[in-house]
């Protein structure tokens, strides 16, 4: 059962001790503080008021496995009182994190035999900016600095994930992005091709990427690097054959393609990694958020062993932290990823609920308000028009729509997340039908 909280007290003391991540602060003060979430199982989450909530977003895209996991919680306790921390630094390791290791290259497989381990998502993505820089310098070509993104593209919080992804907001917080990277259109149909061929979109998109390599000239470009679903700039699934072209190119110019994995990794496109349900093949997959179900903070880049070959030309690769392959989140990683395994979570996602989400969100195509609705696996989206039939948004070009219609659907039991004009979900791998009934139903 939950603790009996003063729910009062420490709304009082969110506003006046806790900045709180991403968020207007004079906002929360003016809201009274935050919405306190304490406790949840399954597919909802409860918080201090009173309310139930399904949560369409299972917690921030990597409660895959869904709350309340008693043998998850049994292995970090185990684990903590068996040896709760120790380094990678001193030649030293700990069992779980190479059993970790082994288990993610035989997820990841193919040429991706090696893995670096970090907290989050967005030091797997300094760990990119480093190890692809550092590689080009070993292999004799030094001038391979720049990274290629998209516009829109979220990669984290830190300078380099920030300056790698591709949200103006958050450039120009910070003056950001650092020199050496390079941003170009995203492969957004509904936003930016609407009314036009799909396919000949993506093949324009991607074409953008080979136009900007030879502006930048090709020996200059260290890597591409991109979601295979854009997550947090609205779940945007790139039209059939964009992926194939981006590789191609990349191929081409012998540019290293880096698929940042953190939302689409562990089942949530209905296999274990979304480069594998769009079919193409990175060099590196940083990962996170489904790696523990977000039970604990660990992430990791799976790499090839091409370019780990390299790197052992260079003496030490000095990057790394204090909680690199810390022996606890490992533990409760490898338990995930076999829960996940027992239950035949991918599968699930591939051949019952996936196929059912996108069936049910077609319940909302004659909506007056809906202009599109899209899934691939558990990500979906339903974009909001101020006309049926078109792409015209209420808040102008920008668009606002997303959070007022997610702050009726919280309102309602439902928590969903508000992108400009698009509605984004992505629940626990272990919904039901029913609960996704009750998600459209909710929208609706
Ligand atoms: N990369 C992608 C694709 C993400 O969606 C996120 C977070 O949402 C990150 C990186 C950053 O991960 P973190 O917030 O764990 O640093």
């Not at 989450?45 to 895959?64: E, P, Q, T």
């Not at 381990?117 to 720049?146: C, I, Q």
């Not at 609205?234 to 072209?245: E, M, N, R, S, T």
Request: glycine content about 12%; overall charge negative.
């Amino acid at each position: 059962m939950p603790r009996n909280y003063d729910i009062a007290e420490l709304k009082r003391l969110d506003v006046a001790h806790h900045l709180p991540a991403q968020q207007d602060y004079k906002l929360i003060e003016d809201m009274g503080g935050s919405r306190i979430v304490t406790h949840a199982e399954g597919c909802y989450i409860h918080d201090g008021d009173g309310n139930r909530i399904l949560d369409g977003m299972a917690g921030l895209w990597c409660v895959n496995v869904g709350y309340g996991r008693k043998e998850l919680a049994d292995v970090a306790y185990e684990q903590m009182m068996e040896l709760p921390f120790y380094n990678t630094f001193f030649k030293t390791v700990t069992p779980p994190t190479v059993m970790l290791a082994a288990k993610i290259a035989s997820l990841t497989g193919g040429k991706l035999q090696h893995v670096f381990f970090n907290a989050s998502g967005s030091e797997a993505n300094d760990t990119v900016f480093r190890m692809v820089r550092h590689y080009w310098k070993l292999k004799g070509e030094p001038k391979r600095t720049v990274f290629i993104s998209r516009w829109n593209a979220y990669h984290g919080s830190t300078v380099a994930g920030v300056s790698l992804g591709g949200m103006k907001g958050m450039h120009a917080q910070g003056d950001l992005p650092i020199p050496g990277v390079e941003h170009v259109r995203q492969p957004y149909w509904f936003g930016e091709g609407f009314g036009t061929d799909p396919v000949q979109f993506g093949k324009d998109c991607a074409a953008a990427i080979e136009e900007r390599i030879l502006e930048v000239g090709p020996e200059n470009v260290a890597a591409f690097i991109g979601e295979p679903v854009q997550g947090a700039g609205g779940v945007i699934i790139p039209p059939p054959g964009y992926w194939q072209a981006v590789e191609a190119i990349c191929r081409k110019y012998g540019i290293l393609l880096v698929a940042d994995e953190v939302i689409c990794g562990f089942g949530r496109t209905g296999e274990w990694f979304g480069h594998q349900t769009l079919g193409f093949t990175p060099d590196i997959v940083p990962m996170a958020k489904g790696l523990s179900s977000g039970y604990l903070p660990i992430s990791a880049n799976a790499v090839s062993g091409d370019i780990v070959e390299v790197l052992k030309t260079g003496g030490d690769f000095v990057h790394g932290f204090t909680y690199s392959g810390h022996p606890v989140c490992a533990a409760v990683a490898l338990r995930n990823i076999e829960i996940m395994e027992r239950e035949g979570l991918c599968d699930r996602v591939k051949n019952d609920v996936g196929p059912y989400l996108a069936e049910a969100l077609k319940r909302l195509d004659g909506h007056p308000l809906v202009g599109e609705t899209r899934s691939i696996g558990l990500l979906g989206a339903v974009e909001i028009v101020a006309e049926p039939g078109t792409n015209k948004r209420w808040g102008g070009a920008e668009g606002n729509a997303g959070p007022v219609v997610r702050d009726l659907c919280i309102e309602n039991g439902l928590m969903v997340r508000g992108i400009r004009d698009t509605i984004v979900m992505c629940p626990p791998l272990i919904i039901e039908r029913s609960q996704i009934d009750d998600m459209v139903a909710m929208i609706a």
